[in-house]
């Protein structure tokens, strides 16, 4: 629940904290005390818009700052831990808003600056505000289902609304892979002819790097043999003369044997030139100009550079290429991605969405007869006696929208012998007033929020009424938080506290403050509701009268 609020510097508030307690609380002030600004921080430090207007004139800033009480709020302390916001042995959430003159904004939870939209997401689960205007959107379609819904309080919208994102995802991705299809014959038609180019060089199996240097090697044959025979003929000449040599300088070793060595490396040099001279000659011999093998090769080199031209790379980069091309292929031509299969998926994500609503329109059917009872009770204590109030579900099975198959309608009779009617048609100001309370009470155990605001609903009631709304009010308090800003003295009577907020004026300059009223303020506020702004003992025995029937 909502345990501190703390507003510094907005509008037309220096600065005010109060604490707030658990139950009832009314609020209550003169028209124009500034209620509907205290609501405008707390919409705020909510998440709400901000603006650089109101920043207090002459101050830089503005700040608000609000804590609430999640020791028994565990969806709340799971949203915390699930974005690292939470603080270790706390059982407080405390979410500030700081908005400067020129219009710019921080917040923060738990001191952690967060986005507005983070901000945003935390206050719907801790706080809902009821304007005085509710009864305005309750004419609306949308509005009427989510408020069936919520009071049904079931996962199964949600799981309808996933499953029409699936099946309609998957839709999507057949429609577009049959226009590619369609778009991209062009494509494959390409990519078959790119690779029969490529088929059509049959190098057998040599690389790049083998042709070339084997075209090298034939093209230079005559010159390759021409070298050959030279180098032979000097390596003959060189083993002769290292022959030669052997036998002084072996007679030369019987003299010296220092010089062993020496001979050792002459008579190696002798085979090394020999072997040399072996391999030359064999090599040489088995040279051969053969010109169809040449003008093979010449073809396939220029085919090589033809097509490496063609894909804008050099010739050792084809290899690449041609993978690259045969896989686009096989992914236009995959039969997992078969227009066959994507159906059999589409198909059967449209029977689960189907199923799901099927599902969901009973649920709604049992739910819409439960809070059709509940609403035409209420009405019964709201001067709408014999009055009632039921759920038009139509269902089309062959629709389909994200919030199911359904189009679901509020109507009202608000008197015996009246027919049931579309809400906005047949019920006037005050009846729809009173009506949308009934609705707001019956749904606000299903929305699952501690605290509640009720900003001026009871507008356009009073009397009987006005007590059974406060009565109404106050069960409600026993179960959540609620802050009912009101002008009625039957609801405040009601309220377990009481605030209080006044404009006050110095020296040319005007604030709004708010307080808490002990028992005997508390009085003293319901008489002036009563009798005006001069209190007398008459209207103070009528305030107290009626604090002593509530408790």
């Given at each position: 629940?909502?345990?501190?609020l703390?507003?510094?510097n907005f509008?037309?508030?220096?600065?005010?904290?109060?604490d707030?307690?658990?139950g009832?609380?009314?609020l209550?002030?003169?028209?124009?005390?500034?209620k509907?600004?205290l609501?405008?921080?707390?919409?705020l430090v909510?998440?709400?818009?901000a603006s650089?207007?109101l920043?207090?004139q002459?101050t830089?800033?503005a700040e608000?700052?609000?804590s609430?009480s999640?020791?028994?709020l565990?969806?709340?302390?799971h949203?915390l831990?699930?974005?690292?916001?939470n603080e270790a042995?706390s059982?407080?959430?405390l979410?500030?808003?700081?908005?400067t003159?020129?219009?710019k904004s921080r917040a923060y939870?738990?001191g952690?600056?967060?986005?507005?939209?983070?901000?945003?997401s935390?206050?719907?689960?801790?706080?809902?505000i009821h304007?005085?205007?509710?009864?305005?959107r309750?004419s609306?379609?949308?509005a009427?289902?989510?408020?069936?819904?919520?009071?049904?309080?079931?996962?199964?919208s949600?799981q309808?609304s996933?499953a029409?994102?699936?099946w309609?995802?998957?839709?999507h991705?057949l429609?577009t892979q049959?226009?590619a299809q369609?778009?991209g014959?062009?494509r494959?038609?390409?990519?078959?002819?790119?690779?029969?180019?490529?088929?059509?060089?049959?190098?057998?199996?040599?690389t790049?790097?083998?042709?070339e240097s084997?075209?090298r090697?034939?093209?230079n044959a005559d010159r390759?043999?021409d070298?050959?025979?030279?180098?032979?003929?000097?390596?003959d000449?060189?083993?002769?003369?290292?022959?030669e040599t052997?036998?002084?300088?072996?007679?030369?070793?019987?003299?010296?044997?220092?010089m062993?060595?020496?001979?050792d490396l002459?008579?190696?040099?002798?085979i090394q030139c020999?072997?040399a001279a072996s391999?030359?000659?064999?090599s040489t011999?088995?040279m051969?100009?053969?010109?169809?093998?040449?003008a093979?090769?010449d073809d396939?080199?220029?085919a090589?550079h033809?097509?490496?031209?063609k894909h804008q790379v050099?010739?050792?980069?084809l290899t690449?290429v041609e993978?690259?091309?045969r896989d686009?292929?096989?992914?236009?031509?995959?039969p997992?991605n078969s227009?066959?299969?994507l159906?059999?998926q589409?198909?059967?994500l449209?029977?689960?969405?189907?199923?799901?609503?099927?599902?969901l329109?009973?649920?709604?059917k049992?739910?819409?007869?439960k809070?059709?009872?509940?609403i035409?009770?209420?009405?019964q204590?709201?001067a709408m006696e014999?009055?009632?109030?039921?759920?038009?579900?139509n269902?089309d099975v062959?629709?389909?929208?994200?919030?199911?198959?359904d189009?679901i309608e509020?109507?009202?009779?608000?008197?015996?012998g009246?027919?049931?009617?579309?809400?906005?048609?047949?019920?006037?100001?005050?009846?729809?007033s009173?009506?949308?309370?009934?609705?707001?009470?019956?749904?606000?155990k299903s929305?699952?929020?501690?605290t509640?605001?009720?900003?001026e609903?009871?507008a356009?009631?009073?009397?009987?009424v006005?007590?059974?709304?406060?009565?109404?009010?106050?069960?409600?308090g026993?179960?959540?938080?609620?802050?009912?800003v009101?002008?009625?003295p039957?609801v405040?009577?009601?309220?377990?506290?009481?605030?209080f907020?006044?404009?006050?004026?110095?020296?040319?300059?005007?604030?709004?403050?708010?307080?808490t009223?002990?028992?005997?303020?508390?009085r003293d506020e319901?008489?002036r509701?009563?009798g005006?702004?001069?209190i007398?003992?008459?209207?103070?025995?009528?305030?107290?009268?009626?604090?002593?029937s509530?408790?």
């Amino acid at each position: 629940m909502l345990s501190n609020l703390h507003i510094r510097n907005f509008a037309i508030i220096d600065n005010t904290e109060i604490d707030l307690d658990s139950g009832l609380t009314a609020l209550t002030g003169e028209t124009g005390a500034g209620k509907s600004i205290l609501l405008g921080a707390l919409s705020l430090v909510l998440g709400g818009r901000a603006s650089g207007d109101l920043v207090k004139q002459d101050t830089d800033k503005a700040e608000i700052n609000a804590s609430f009480s999640i020791d028994d709020l565990k969806n709340i302390q799971h949203w915390l831990s699930e974005h690292e916001l939470n603080e270790a042995d706390s059982n407080e959430c405390l979410l500030r808003r700081v908005i400067t003159a020129n219009g710019k904004s921080r917040a923060y939870i738990n001191g952690s600056p967060v986005t507005v939209q983070l901000l945003r997401s935390l206050g719907e689960l801790l706080l809902n505000i009821h304007g005085q205007n509710e009864h305005q959107r309750l004419s609306n379609a949308a509005a009427q289902r989510e408020l069936l819904d919520s009071f049904a309080d079931t996962p199964l919208s949600k799981q309808v609304s996933k499953a029409y994102d699936a099946w309609k995802t998957a839709d999507h991705q057949l429609a577009t892979q049959i226009a590619a299809q369609q778009s991209g014959q062009d494509r494959i038609d390409m990519l078959r002819f790119q690779l029969q180019e490529f088929d059509a060089l049959d190098t057998g199996g040599a690389t790049v790097a083998d042709i070339e240097s084997e075209h090298r090697w034939l093209a230079n044959a005559d010159r390759l043999v021409d070298l050959g025979n030279q180098s032979l003929q000097t390596l003959d000449d060189a083993v002769n003369s290292i022959t030669e040599t052997q036998s002084p300088l072996a007679s030369l070793v019987a003299i010296d044997d220092r010089m062993q060595e020496a001979l050792d490396l002459v008579e190696s040099a002798s085979i090394q030139c020999s072997e040399a001279a072996s391999m030359l000659r064999a090599s040489t011999s088995s040279m051969e100009h053969d010109t169809s093998r040449l003008a093979w090769l010449d073809d396939k080199l220029a085919a090589l550079h033809r097509l490496a031209k063609k894909h804008q790379v050099d010739a050792s980069g084809l290899t690449d290429v041609e993978l690259s091309l045969r896989d686009e292929l096989d992914g236009l031509t995959d039969p997992a991605n078969s227009n066959e299969e994507l159906q059999k998926q589409v198909d059967a994500l449209r029977e689960v969405y189907r199923a799901a609503c099927a599902k969901l329109t009973r649920l709604r059917k049992r739910s819409a007869k439960k809070i059709s009872a509940e609403i035409t009770e209420s009405m019964q204590t709201l001067a709408m006696e014999g009055g009632a109030f039921s759920v038009r579900i139509n269902t089309d099975v062959t629709a389909s929208h994200k919030h199911g198959q359904d189009t679901i309608e509020f109507l009202v009779s608000p008197n015996p012998g009246v027919a049931a009617a579309p809400l906005a048609k047949v019920a006037s100001g005050g009846e729809l007033s009173r009506i949308s309370l009934c609705v707001q009470l019956a749904t606000i155990k299903s929305q699952n929020v501690p605290t509640l605001i009720f900003d001026e609903v009871d507008a356009g009631i009073g009397g009987a009424v006005a007590e059974t709304v406060g009565r109404l009010m106050r069960k409600v308090g026993s179960s959540a938080q609620v802050l009912c800003v009101t002008h009625l003295p039957q609801v405040a009577a009601q309220a377990h506290h009481h605030l209080f907020v006044e404009k006050t004026s110095s020296k040319g300059k005007t604030a709004t403050n708010l307080r808490t009223l002990n028992k005997k303020q508390t009085r003293d506020e319901i008489a002036r509701m009563l009798g005006g702004a001069k209190i007398t003992k008459k209207s103070q025995s009528h305030a107290q009268e009626m604090l002593d029937s509530v408790e």
